[in-house]
């Protein structure tokens, strides 16, 4: 199991989006540079990060990205969501009409949807605000 890669560099586009100083905003290409992701690609993911309310957009020349929430208000599960829609680690735990009898009988479907629920939990507990406490 991997992140998908429209995740990783999600994460990293608010990431920088929140060490940026009060009032400044970032520019497609200054998240770009910074964070090693293809301009192109990364445009895709601002438009879902903005349609989703993690950052905001500010058009015009002093134009750019922004954080729409405070750092501590969004976690790494809403950024991934954001991106790639709900989060599962199995069929089972994707489609839970189709597997509920197998999920309360404690076979595999029950295994997975234990570690989903526990996975979620992590990623809920990782906002961003813990960057800005680091950067102090």
């Not at 586009?13 to 970032?26: E, M, T």
């Not at 735990?93 to 996975?119: I, Q, V």
């Amino acid at each position: 199991m991997r992140l998908s890669r429209k995740s990783d560099y999600a994460l990293r586009a608010v990431r920088y989006c929140s060490n940026l100083p009060k009032g400044q905003r970032g520019s497609i290409n200054s998240i770009a540079e910074s964070e090693n992701v293809p301009r192109e690609f990364l445009a895709k993911i601002l438009r879902d990060l903005t349609s989703n309310g993690i950052l905001e957009s500010h058009q015009g020349v002093k134009g750019g990205y922004t954080l729409a929430r405070r750092p501590k208000e969004i976690n790494f599960l809403h950024v991934i969501e954001a991106v790639d829609g709900p989060m599962h680690l199995s069929l089972s735990t994707e489609d839970r009409k189709r597997w509920k009898d197998k999920l309360d009988s404690g076979d595999l479907g029950h295994f997975w949807a234990e570690r989903e629920k526990s996975f979620k939990l992590a990623l809920t507990r990782q906002h961003f605000g813990r960057y800005l406490e680091a950067r102090r």
